[in-house]
């Protein structure tokens, strides 16, 4: 399956609490730290919700 590599680009200081819940769950933990994950619907949402925060890497 096609994976995307997502890169958290601002601080999860100051988020909402199922903000901060989403990035936790896409593996996210430091500014700069880029993450594979699969091409699913499921995490397609989550990047949705937290685009302001992320940034999806080539």
């Known amino acids: 399956m096609a994976t995307i590599k ?3 680009i601002k ?5 909402p609490k199922d903000q901060k819940a989403t990035l936790l769950a896409l593996g996210l933990r430091k500014i700069s730290q880029v993450i594979e994950v699969e091409d699913t619907p499921s995490n397609r949402g989550m990047i949705a919700k937290v685009h ?3 940034s999806v890497v080539d």
């Open 6 to 8: 997502v890169k958290q």
């Open 11 to 15: 601080s999860r200081i100051g988020a």
């Open 52 to 54: 302001h925060l992320v």
